[in-house]
Each structure stands twice: as structure tokens, then as C-alpha cells.
């Protein structure tokens, strides 16, 4: 949203100076802001005694407790909080050279502080960038062991519901990341897999081999007891069907292959007594 600054023109009865502006939308209307006292008290249509004193009025207005709500609106408009937070975070950001043109500046949850530090950790995140792009080899293996040994130290002294929560979070992410990639991305995974389960195999040792086999037969264990007695039931019913269906299959096939031997033995039996009658009558 582009946003235009309009200086208010210098009133000669009011000798206050503006510290703020007045955003001006070109697409919208004019946003509801604070206005001078002058245009203040010429709206307002209340009861207040005039003096012919100049002393009274360069004072500044001040409402009283008995005041109508409508002029309680005009003085302080609802969105006046909202629009002063506003105010000040842009000017932070063109004091910065950070404005954005795409949108407009709301910064009611995050204020001066929470917005420098956010800037610190973006330009951290940058150069983290940068000097990944630019390592060397070395480097970026130096960097990875450091990782890897800080990775392994902070999970030996973690509490089991921050295990917990880590591979909730792990387990989640790999669902979303597996959900959402591409036929092209998950060959790569699973050859990449595939190739790790072969080098790790490779280089295990048999002790190494009998707990990878033992876990596996736990893991299995797990699943088959972890059925309900209805699943387990639903599941054995599901298997004796698939049984019978294979067995009544085989001995289709089995009942289909004697009929073609039968039926092949019986033509070569016919064959050999046509064979023999002709040879019968060539000799007579």
C-alpha cells in the first residue's frame, strides 16, 4: 500500500507544534486521526464559558467528565492507539531504509525492541548464509562435526519428555516434508536410504548385526501385539480367507493343468493309432 506524508498547515492560533503526520491512503479514505485543537473546538458544539482573556486560550483543551460521547469520539478517535503505533514504527523503518511497499506497516504485537531484535536475527541469519556458500570443503565438515558432537551432548543430558517432544517435532516434520514432495524427490530419498542401510551393513560388526535383528523382531512384536483383540480378530478372519482363496486358486490351476495332460496324452494317443493303421494298410 503506498502511503503518502501530508504536513497539517501552520495554524497562527494554536502555537503547539505536530510531532506526528497524517497517513493518507490513495485507495481508501482518510484514516481517522488525531486533529488540531482548532478544528476541535470548532466541532464541537459544547457549553464552555468564553473568556476574553489570551491566556485561556493557548491552553490546551481538556474534556471534561460530564462530556458526550460524541465528542468523546471526536477528541480520541478508536483506532488512535493502533494509528500512533503505526506512526512510530514507520518512521523506525525509514530512519532504517526498511520500508516495505507491498503492505501496510502493522506492528501492534511487536514493538521497538521486539523489532531490532528481529532485525538483528534476520542479518544473522544472512551472514550465516553467506558463509555457508562460501566454505570450503574443510570447513563445512568442520562445521557439521561441531553440530553433530553438540547434537549428540545436548541429547545424552535431555529429560525424557524433551526427548519426547524432539521426536514429536521430527516425526512431524517428516510427515509434512513426505507429504508434499515429488515423485523425482521421493526416488532420491529412498535410493539415498537404501544406499545407507547397504554402507552401514557393510561395516557392522556380528554384535552390531544380533541387536539390528533383535530390535527388528521387537519392533514387529510391538505391532502385532499392539492390535486390539477386534483388529486381531478382523486380521486373522481377513488371513484364513486370503488362505482359502489361494488354496481353492492353486487347485483350480492344479484341476486345469491334469486336464491339458490329459487332453495331450489322449492326442498322442489317437496319433499313434492313426499312425499305426496307416502303416497297417501300406503293408497290405
Known amino acids: ?11 497562527s492560533e494554536t502555537p503547539e507544534t505536530y510531532s506526528q503526520f497524517q497517513f ?4 481508501q479514505k482518510l484514516m481517522s486521526v488525531p486533529v488540531s485543537f482548532t ?12 473568556s476574553d ?16 460521547p460524541k465528542q468523546q469520539a471526536l477528541l480520541c478517535p478508536p483506532n488512535y492507539d493502533t494509528w500512533k503505533c503505526e506512526i512510530q514504527m514507520a518512521d523506525i523503518l525509514e530512519a532504517h531504509d526498511k520500508m516495505p511497499n507491498h503492505h501496510t506497516v502493522c506492528c501492534e504485537p511487536m514493538n521497538v525492541n521486539d523489532w531490532f531484535l528481529y532485525n538483528k536475527r534476520e542479518k544473522w ?9 562460501n566454505e570450503t570443503p574443510e570447513q563445512r565438515q568442520r562445521r557439521l562435526n561441531q553440530m553433530r558432537l553438540y547434537a549428540r551432548h545436548r541429547r545424552a543430558n535431555e529429560s525424557p519428555e524433551q526427548r519426547q517432544k524432539r521426536l514429536s517435532q521430527m516425526n512431524s516434520y517428516a510427515r509434512n516434508r513426505r507429504a508434499s514432495e515429488s515423485l523425482e524427490q521421493r526416488t532420491k530419498r529412498l535410493i539415498k536410504m537404501n544406499n545407507y542401510k547397504k554402507q552401514r551393513r557393510a561395516s557392522e560388526t556380528s554384535e552390531q548385526c544380533e541387536e539390528r535383528k533383535h530390535k527388528r523382531r521387537e519392533v514387529e512384536h510391538f505391532r502385532r501385539n499392539r492390535k486390539t483383540p477386534e483388529q486381531q480378530k478382523n486380521l486373522t478372519q481377513r488371513n484364513n480367507k486370503e488362505n482359502s482363496e489361494t488354496y481353492e486358486q492353486d487347485a483350480e490351476h492344479r484341476r486345469k493343468g491334469k486336464r491339458k495332460v490329459l487332453q495331450k496324452r489322449s492326442n498322442v494317443h489317437e496319433y499313434q493309432e492313426e499312425w499305426w493303421r496307416q502303416q497297417q494298410e501300406e503293408d497290405a
Open 1 to 11: 500500500m503506498n502511503l503518502t506524508k501530508a504536513e497539517p498547515e501552520s495554524d
Open 125 to 133: 541469519k544472512e551472514l550465516m548464509r553467506q558463509r555457508r556458500s
Open 39 to 50: 478544528e476541535i473546538k470548532s466541532e464541537i458544539k459544547a457549553s464552555k464559558v468564553e
Open 24 to 27: 493518507i491512503n490513495e485507495h
Open 53 to 68: 482573556s489570551d491566556n485561556e486560550a493557548l491552553q490546551p483543551y481538556c474534556e471534561s467528565e460530564s462530556a458526550d
